[in-house]
């Protein structure tokens, strides 16, 4: 058992702050960082000067990558971690990142994340890369919680099936490849058990909390505006509605089964993540 720290880049974001708390419980100290320093140690991407103190004498690190980053970014900070004596790098990426038009005409997120997967393949060390689906927990602490708790999700996404992943089993396969033996060398592509369709996520909800969202489809063009009418800048929206775009088209529906190959077990459900998150208190706010 390592009793070096193992860094976590977005210490407090839905993996991030997971694996903190894994690694936490196993006696394992962790680094969590982020670009605010708030909650954690500060590590901004774009300053270069918050690196060094964040990789000092660590074993490994957690890498989520700054979207949107210029490329080589993600190369620099690896090759600055085997520098510093991180021994494994472990990558959150994403599912469909090496399948062409998988979001769409928007080839920007596919690329930045190949760059990075390269990054850490080329990096000298063990290296591992998760290629979660959608995480499950955007419905209770991520882009649709808001509209959930309104009562209705407005979302370029057809049919809306999808088999969401819950982030605890990225956090326990991420945890897995930082510690345990077997995974070096391993791209595992992440999903939960079976598809499920946004209508059938949002009833799965009403059933364990008594709250009613409907679904409303909407073409990409309409939800891009709606973002937009509603503060969001239009680049960051076109993100959201390429993003979408796997699951309008079907792609999500996919099962893969890498967290039995990393874990050994099956997957959570998604009605199994309503249960855990509603038995928190997910779904209570009152909207405004």
């Known amino acids: 058992m390592t009793t070096k720290p193992i860094l976590v880049l977005g210490g407090t974001g839905k993996t991030g702050r997971r694996v903190v708390r ?12 982020s670009r605010s320093g708030v909650g954690a140690q500060r590590f901004d991407w774009n300053d270069d000067t918050t690196w060094a103190p964040a990789l000092d004498g660590v074993s ?34 994403a599912r469909g990142v090496d399948t062409p038009g998988y979001y769409g005409e928007a080839t920007a997120t596919s690329e930045g994340f190949l760059d990075s997967e390269a990054a850490v393949r080329d990096s000298g060390v063990a290296w591992t890369v998760l290629r979660p689906g959608w ?39 991420a945890v897995a490849a930082l510690t345990g033996d077997g995974h ?10 079976a598809p499920v369709t946004l209508t059938e996520a949002l009833g799965l909800i009403e059933q364990a909390t008594g709250r009613t969202a409907r679904y409303t489809p909407l073409t990409a063009a309409a939800f891009v505006a709606e973002l937009v009418a509603g503060g969001v800048p239009k680049a ?6 390429a993003a979408l775009h796997p699951v309008e088209r079907g792609f999500e529906r996919k099962v ?25 208190g997910a779904w209570t706010k009152v909207p405004a």
């Not at 894994?22 to 960082?33: D, K, N, Q, W």
């Not at 690190?61 to 494994?88: C, I, K, N, W």
């Open 22 to 33: 894994r690694l936490t419980e196993l006696g394992i100290p962790a680094r969590a960082v």
């Open 60 to 93: 490994g690190v957690y890498v989520v990558q700054l979207d949107g980053g210029p490329a080589g970014l993600t190369r620099s900070f690896a090759e600055r971690a085997v520098d510093a004596g991180a021994e494994r790098l472990v990558l959150l990426s």
């Open 135 to 173: 995480f499950a927990q955007n419905f209770d602490e991520g882009f649709f919680n808001d509209s959930v708790l309104a009562g209705e999700v407005r979302l370029p996404a057809g049919d809306g099936a999808a088999s969401w992943i819950d982030v605890e089993d990225i956090a326990d396969v």
């Open 184 to 193: 070096a060398g391993r791209t595992y592509e992440l999903s939960g058990p």
């Open 236 to 241: 960051e929206a076109e993100l959201w509605a």
């Open 256 to 280: 893969s089964d890498g967290v039995r190959q990393a874990l050994g077990r099956e997957a959570r459900s998604f009605a199994e993540y309503v249960k855990s998150a509603a038995a928190q």
